[in-house]
């Protein structure tokens, strides 16, 4: 045969579909929420989609601590409707059309509903492959995946005593904080000059955090030396210059990372912060839409993008950011959090282990319990995260353990709890 016919002969052959590959067609049976209170105070919302091959469904996160019960109204009035009859293999479409559906886009409730949609649709294309989602991504390009530790104390001998520790179980990242989110900033309850018939509580202040911070981290370096990698979240809680000037007195310890030195409402402050200092910045743990990242990629501001996978959508868009970062040396920082759940944390791995923009992930543990309820959960070991292997996410959900433990109702709607200042005023986190 000739070549031209040779080529003829491949140009005109079919494309073949899933069924002359021998599989099916699939179709979404059924949208379940699976709600559960399993273990601490935990709110977690899974999305469980069944599809019509028997057996065959996918699971994924659609946590929301702070607005569960608005997150599963929208799961099961709007997204479940939309979803039925339609084709789980399509994921990039049934994420597009998602994300439009709504005509008003990228809040935090409709991208956690979008979340437990797209990564249960990636745990089923895994399942029906027989792949782990990382080989659908593109196979594992580490290991493992390094996780930075958080380390703590309520005074600086404290808090060597815990990065110590930290070291020994072999982490080489270690996150230090001086007590909670803006300890060191805190004057304590009833000190200071209050307002008349103000309130009473420990206070926060950002320019005793600003003298505070420095010399504690001095002092950890003088203890642990410079061989652990050190980060620091400031959560927000430092305006503008406030914030250049703390990164500039953070620069001699060679931070990691310092995270979230600003809000989202002042990341303008960036470029001085880059003009004055060469302390590493990873930012967005609050970020929910992608559009917040681009000009800090773009113009190289920060140095890692601190998300939540499913935050922002799921699989499908924190695969994307990454790609984004990769170019321009931005890395990925995939945020965790006491109460997040382990479906999210093996999103984040699936695309940690599989992305050559992978900068370090933040570790998430759990209690035992947990593993009875979700089977498959993801473990740290010598400061790295392993999952299992098995096709799709790798995890399931023990539906009646779930059952068991309810969803349960916080006090005040289980608000974000706010710092305040002296004179009163609410402190952004
Ligand atoms: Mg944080």
Redesign the pocket.
């Given at each position: 045969m000739l070549r031209r016919d040779l080529l003829r002969a491949f140009w005109a052959a079919p494309i073949l579909s899933p069924a002359a590959k021998g599989l099916p067609p699939l179709t979404i049976k059924e949208v379940k929420v699976i709600s559960t209170s399993g273990g601490r105070n935990y709110r977690w919302v899974f999305v469980k989609i069944i599809t019509s091959e028997p057996g065959l469904y996918g699971i994924g996160s659609a946590g929301n601590h702070f607005q569960p019960y608005a997150v599963i109204a929208a799961i099961e009035k709007h997204l479940a409707p939309f979803l039925i009859g339609k084709n789980p293999e399509q994921i990039e479409d049934l994420w597009q059309s998602g994300h439009l559906r709504t005509y008003w886009r990228n809040g935090p409730v409709n991208n956690n509903v979008l979340s437990g949609m797209d990564m249960a649709l990636w745990d089923i294309k895994g399942k029906r492959a027989g792949m782990p989602v990382y080989d659908l991504l593109g196979g594992k390009v580490r290991d493992a995946v390094p996780c930075y530790d958080h380390c703590g104390g309520n005074s600086k001998e404290a808090v060597v005593e815990s990065v110590q520790k930290s070291m020994a179980k072999g982490f080489r990242h270690i996150r230090v904080q001086l007590g909670a989110y803006g300890g060191g900033g805190f004057i304590p309850a009833g000190q200071g000059s209050r307002p008349e018939g103000g309130r009473g509580g420990s206070a926060f202040d950002e320019e005793v955090y600003v003298e505070t911070i420095p010399p504690l981290f001095d002092y950890v370096r003088s203890k642990v030396g410079f061989g652990p990698k050190l980060c620091h979240?400031v959560?927000s809680h430092l305006s503008g210059i406030n914030a250049v000037d703390f990164c500039r007195r953070m620069q001699p310890f060679q931070m990691f990372f310092i995270?979230?030195v600003l809000a989202p409402e002042q990341l303008a402050w960036y470029k001085q912060i880059r003009q004055t200092s060469t302390t590493a910045q990873a930012v967005g743990?609050l970020f929910t839409h992608p559009f917040e990242y681009l000009p800090l990629i773009n113009e190289r501001l920060i140095d890692f993008v601190r998300c939540r996978v499913s935050s922002i959508g799921g699989i499908t868009p924190a695969k994307k950011l990454a790609t984004i970062c990769e170019p321009l040396g931005v890395r990925t920082a995939f945020?965790e959090g006491g109460e997040n759940d382990p479906v999210n944390q093996l999103a984040a791995y699936h695309i940690d282990i599989s992305h050559p923009a992978f900068g370090i992930q933040e570790e998430n543990n759990f209690p035992e319990f947990v593993r009875e309820l979700l089977p498959g959960t993801a473990e740290i070991r010598g400061g790295y995260l392993y999952g299992n292997g098995k096709p799709g996410l790798g995890i399931d959900i023990n539906e009646a353990l779930a059952a068991k433990h309810p969803l349960q109702a916080a006090p005040l709607g289980g608000h974000y709890p706010l710092d305040r200042t002296l004179d009163g005023a609410v402190v952004r986190p």
């Open positions: 979240d959560h995270e979230d743990e945020q």
